[in-house]
């Protein structure tokens, strides 16, 4: 029904930046919250950052003054601007959305992953 694809991740070194892209598809009526998430090895998943249908946003601790999200609605994708990268960033990233599908039923959907590592 609906797909999320994130893309943008990689390699880069400690103090760099990356941009993270989350596209949505399929059979959508409206996004309502979208969120990053991460997981590092032998690590659960983490929350990142939120982003309402209204902008409103919210940030871990880790990660607050250096990351930023955005979204843009016409495009039904949301965005990670990571600057500042430190190792401890190292993860596989998720994209996170609550969607209403034509139809009206609302269900929760996760992306497959991209890969950032942070190393010199």
């Known amino acids: 029904q609906v797909q999320l694809v994130e893309s943008g991740g990689g390699l880069v070194q400690p103090g760099g930046s990356l941009r993270l892209s989350c596209a949505a598809s399929g059979s959508i009526f409206s996004i309502n919250a979208m969120g990053w998430y991460r997981q590092a090895p032998g690590k659960q998943r983490e929350f990142v950052a939120r982003?309402?249908?209204?902008?409103?946003?919210n940030y871990a601790d880790s990660v607050k003054g250096r990351f930023t999200i955005s979204r843009d609605n016409a495009k039904n994708t949301m965005y990670l601007q990571m600057n500042s990268l430190k190792p401890e960033d190292t993860a596989v990233y998720y994209c996170?959305?609550?969607?209403?599908?034509?139809?009206?039923?609302?269900?929760?959907?996760w992306g497959q992953g991209t890969q950032v590592t942070v190393s010199s």
């Open positions: 996170n959305a609550y969607v209403t599908v034509v139809g009206g039923t609302i269900a929760d959907y």
């Open positions: 982003i309402t249908s209204a902008r409103s946003t």
